[in-house]
């Protein structure tokens, strides 16, 4: 079957192009909705149902925008023809209407309509059928005008800008300085302090400020940080190579939105267990009774916790073994917490330490801001203990803790895995730490401090005549 001249002028005009691939799953104004959501601070998997997108493509948006916000304007401007135009296109097409009675119909030009069923058409179908789903697929891919980065244009720039990101130096005479080696790029999202690259690479203000330095005179040497930032984050960018990402000071692969980095993950501290509400009898160390807490953290997500007596400076260390799988199951997210200390084994194992000493000396529980105690109403009602959480960033309301902390760091050195060491020896560490004289107690033991202590309580009260 052949077709006439005017299907022919039109493939002419069109041409035979190759398949831009397959037609997106949704369309601008999903994509709209969904970067107004994470500029909200909301994750990616929340964001993904306020477009109505599943998982998968809010995750790959996210990942091939770098984390930068494309900016797309809320709507396109009247002087284009919308979905829902497009969709009446469509209709009245199928209808077999014609293209003035199309413009009349849609309140546009009849010039209009006929190009647009020219230009958007299905090229994969003998006649040029018009579909509003693919219509504006082509008309969206058509209407990228992606501008050249500087530094894909420029390799001079584009040199200058990946050694000093790299950290390339070199002597006087020309030679390079070669450094330890660094890891491997796996393309992984912020990598692990012993995986980072050698630090030596400039920040991108800093080479975008120094350029203007070395070269006054040469206008094309001239970049802001910001292009620099987001030649490294958005792949469609292209212009330097993505493991660059390493020699940045945070070794960031994705740029985090700003309203989702002042998020705080202190969702389980209420206004009840500040330590602003703390009884005033916990400062001034009088009464015994009132403790402080903390993790140790070692390799391999191990853990022990830690609790000091304000007063008697006695401490007791809570074992926190790995919970079955580990090694095992695959790290998943939001998956069972099998390092030792998660929210429930957290609020179990000290439970079990805390309860071991009589009720005289369970007064209160002051803990730093880790979510490892998120369960804390768990333990309070288990153990009628309150538990205040201490002001972000501020160790000093914890002194007797931290102080603590540091001494145990002559038994359990950082960067050690504390999982090797077993109840029996951590308790034998306590119990050492108790037995050493302290000049705070006039140079007694905090066990001795303690013992002292209890026999007061358990001394009968004297009766009084009047």
Known sequence: MGYGPGQKRVREYRGQLPSPGRP????????????????????????????????????????????????????????????????????????????????????????????????????????????????????????????????????????????????????????????????????????????????????????SRRLRAEFPEDESMRISHEAIYQALYVQSRGALKRELVTCLRTGRALRVPRARAKQRAWAHVTSDTLISERPAEVADRAVPGHWEGDLIIGLQRSAIGTLVERTTRFTMLVHLPREAGWGVIPRTKNGPALAGYGAITMSRALAETITQ?????????????????????????????????????????????????????????????????????????????NSRPRKTLDWKTPAEALDQHLQSLQQPGVATTG
């Open 357 to 433: 000493l009589p009720e005289q000396l369970r007064r209160s529980l002051t803990w730093d801001r880790g979510k490892e105690l998120s369960a804390h109403a768990r333990f309070t009602v288990e153990t009628g203990v309150p538990v205040f959480f201490a002001d972000p960033h501020s160790p000093w309301q914890r002194g007797t803790n931290e102080n603590t902390n540091g001494l145990l760091r002559q038994y359990f050195p950082k960067g050690t895995d504390l999982s090797r060491w077993s109840a029996d020896e951590i308790n034998a560490v306590a119990h050492a730490l």
């Open 24 to 207: 997106t799953v949704a369309w601008r104004e999903d994509r709209v909705k969904f970067w107004a959501a994470i500029r909200s601070g909301v994750m990616t998997e929340d964001a993904a149902a306020v477009a109505g997108v599943s998982s998968p493509v809010a995750f790959r948006w996210f990942r091939h925008a770098g984390g930068v916000n494309p900016a797309l304007p809320p709507t396109v401007s009247g002087r284009y023809l919308s979905f829902s135009e497009r969709e009446d296109i469509a209709l009245a097409r199928a209808q077999g209407l014609g293209v003035r009675a199309i413009a009349r119909q849609v309140g546009r030009d009849p010039s209009t309509i006929s190009r647009e069923l020219r230009r958007n058409a299905s090229t994969r179908t003998y006649r040029l059928d018009y579909k509003a789903t693919t219509a504006q697929w082509h008309a969206e891919r058509r209407a990228r005008r992606p501008k050249t980065a500087k530094l894909l244009a420029n390799d001079r720039l584009r040199e200058y800008v990946q050694q000093r990101l790299a950290g390339a130096i070199r002597t006087p005479d020309g030679r390079p300085v070669t450094g330890p080696q660094g890891p491997q790029w796996k393309g992984r999202n912020k990598p692990h302090r012993g995986d980072r690259a050698w630090t030596t690479g400039w920040s991108p203000e800093q080479i």
